[in-house]
C-alpha cells in the first residue's frame, strides 16, 4: 500500500494533526527544522492520500462526516481513475443494460463506455446522464427524485421506487470508503439507500475504487464487499481486505 511509503516526518505530521484537529504550517516548520516548501510537499501529498486536508497555510483533519467537494474530488487521482475506468468499460459488452450512480470514478467510467455500442443506462446522476446522452444508440433513463445543486445527483424515496422497477446486468458502483474489515462506506444516507438499491437489482455488481478509499473515513454503512461480485482498484489492498474478497469469491481487478 502507498500509506506505507510514507516517511517517518509524514506520519508524525498525520498525527499532530489528527490531534489537534489544524495545525500551522509554519509551526510544522519550526518542529520538523525545514523548508516551508517541504512541509508543503508533504501536505500535498497527504491531502492526496486523504489523510488530511491541505489548507492554505495549514492542514486539518478529514471529517468523517463530510465528503470533499465535488470539483476537488473531480481532479483527485484522475489518472487512477482512468485506470479503473477503462479495465471496467472491457467488462462490460456491447448491448447491455447498466446502472450507473453518482460518483466522479463513474462519471469516468460513462466516458469510457461512449466506445460500446446499444447500452441501455439508468443512472441517478445527472453528470453521467448528459455524457452517454450524446451516445445516439444509446438510450439513457434518468431516475426520478431530488437533484442535489453539489454534484448532480439525484436522490430521494422517488429515486428508489424507480429503481425498483427494473433488473438490469450490471451495477457500477462508486463508493467514498472502505474499511479494513470490507465494509463499505459513504457520506450521505439518502445515497447510500440509491447505491444498495442498484446492488439488489442488478445480476452483476461492479465496484470501482481507487487507493484512496481504502482506510478513508466516512460515517454512514452502505454494505460489505461481499455484495459486489468484482472490485477494480489501481492498487492492491491490504492482506485483510485481500482476505475479504477471497472469502467471499469477489474478483479482484488491479488496473495498471
Not at 79 to 99: C, G, Y
Not at 104 to 109: A, L
Not at 230 to 248: A, C, G, K, R, Y
Request: net charge negative; hydrophobic share 40%; aromatic share 6%.
Amino acid at each position: 500500500m502507498i500509506n506505507e511509503d510514507l516517511n517517518s516526518r509524514q506520519h508524525s505530521i498525520v498525527r499532530w494533526v489528527e490531534a489537534e484537529g489544524s495545525v500551522k504550517v509554519e509551526d510544522m516548520v519550526a518542529r520538523y527544522g525545514v523548508t516551508v516548501q517541504t512541509i508543503r510537499r508533504d501536505l500535498t501529498l497527504l491531502d492526496k492520500l486523504q489523510k488530511l486536508r491541505r489548507l492554505h497555510g495549514a492542514a486539518k483533519t478529514i471529517n468523517s462526516t463530510e465528503n470533499v467537494a465535488y470539483g476537488d474530488r473531480k481532479i483527485m487521482n484522475h489518472s487512477e481513475k482512468l485506470a479503473i475506468a477503462t479495465t471496467i468499460a472491457r467488462h462490460i459488452p456491447d448491448n447491455a443494460s447498466v446502472f450507473i450512480n453518482i460518483g466522479t470514478t463513474t462519471e469516468t467510467i460513462a466516458q469510457a463506455l461512449m466506445q460500446h455500442k446499444g447500452l441501455q443506462i439508468i443512472t441517478n446522476s445527472l453528470h453521467v446522464a448528459s455524457i452517454m446522452s450524446q451516445k445516439q444508440d444509446f438510450r439513457v433513463i434518468v431516475t426520478s427524485g431530488e437533484v442535489r445543486a453539489t454534484d448532480g445527483g439525484i436522490v430521494g424515496e422517488a429515486t428508489l421506487d424507480f429503481i425498483e422497477q427494473f433488473k438490469l446486468d450490471y451495477g457500477i458502483i462508486g463508493i467514498s470508503s472502505i474499511d479494513e474489515d470490507g465494509t463499505l462506506l459513504d457520506f450521505d444516507y439518502r445515497e447510500v439507500r440509491v447505491a444498495k438499491s442498484i446492488i439488489e437489482h442488478s445480476r452483476k455488481v461492479f465496484l470501482a475504487a481507487d487507493h484512496s478509499k481504502f482506510d478513508r473515513k466516512a460515517m454512514v454503512r452502505l454494505g460489505n464487499l461481499a455484495d459486489a461480485d468484482m472490485l477494480f482498484t489501481d492498487l492492491v489492498p491490504s492482506d485483510n481486505i485481500v482476505s475479504v474478497l477471497n472469502e467471499h469469491d469477489v474478483v479482484l481487478q488491479v488496473c495498471r
